[in-house]
């Protein structure tokens, strides 16, 4: 089970920091990806990890502003986001994945968490 955390109401210009737990199995056997929905949308990939944290990939619609980041030893992965805008409001979810490569289609990716919910607004 993967449990995001982090998320809540931030100004514009803000920044948060999710987090996405394993619970029950060991994330360092799994790339992990970063991906938020709003209602009626697509979900949107926004980064992907590798396994060993030694390699990463963000999508352009948020590089420069959205890192991703693991710590194998306390089974956690962050997404980092900053200067955040209104139209980052939605609900981001991390999930999991055996693939080999730079996985970036939700049905990519094996294990979902429930999500949390990130509001940008003044």
């Known amino acids: 089970q993967l449990v995001e955390s982090g998320g809540g109401l931030v100004q514009p210009g803000g920044s948060l920091r999710l987090s996405c737990a394993a619970s029950g199995f060991t994330l360092d056997y799994y790339a992990i990806g970063w991906f938020r929905q709003t209602p009626g949308k697509e979900r949107e990939f926004l980064a992907h990890?590798?396994?060993?944290?030694?390699?990463?990939y963000v999508a352009e619609s948020v590089y420069g502003r959205f890192s991703i980041s693991r710590d194998n030893a306390r089974n956690t992965v962050w997404l980092l986001m900053n200067n955040l805008e209104p139209e980052d409001t939605a609900v981001y979810y991390c999930a999991a994945t055996d693939r080999t490569w730079t996985a970036t289609m939700v049905k990519e990716y094996d294990y979902w968490g429930q999500g949390t919910q990130v509001t940008v607004s003044s």
């Open positions: 990890v590798w396994r060993s944290g030694s390699s990463t």
